[in-house]
């Protein structure tokens, strides 16, 4: 499965935006999905993961602000982003893995391959 971010954007501090990641290929509903950010400088990090079953985990950082979601049928996986702030400005990617809660989740498939990735970033 090939996945592919899309739905960045330039929004004021408090706004929200909802990010899309499309799958082409076939056995998406076998798998989890992780969305990541990377800032420039820094590391990518996993900000919020959906199992293949619907369970969800988030990172720390984005508890209550985001969520997760995913339409099996349609092969997309969202992730609804409210009260951003300007750190949550970065290029953000989706991964499909394994695993079933925040800690446990592994991306698979060519990790040298993360996609374009699409950019959000929130104003002050």
């Known amino acids: 499965v090939q996945l592919q971010a899309s739905g960045g954007g330039l929004v004021q501090a408090g706004g929200s935006l909802r990010l899309s990641c499309a799958a082409s290929?076939?056995?998406?509903?076998?798998?989890?999905v992780g969305w990541y950010r990377q800032a420039p400088g820094n590391q990518r990090e996993l900000v919020a993961i959906i199992s293949s079953g619907g369970s969800t985990g988030f990172a720390e950082f984005v508890e209550g602000r985001f969520t997760i979601s995913r339409d099996n049928a349609k092969a997309v996986v969202w992730l609804q982003m409210n009260s951003l702030k300007p750190e949550d400005t970065a290029v953000y990617y989706c991964?499909?893995?394994?695993?079933?809660?925040?800690?446990?989740?592994?991306?698979?498939?060519?990790?040298?391959?993360w996609g374009q990735g699409t950019q959000v970033t929130v104003s002050s």
């Open positions: 991964k499909e893995g394994f695993g079933s809660t925040y800690y446990s989740f592994r991306p698979i498939g060519d990790l040298d391959a």
């Open positions: 290929g076939s056995n998406f509903r076998r798998y989890a």
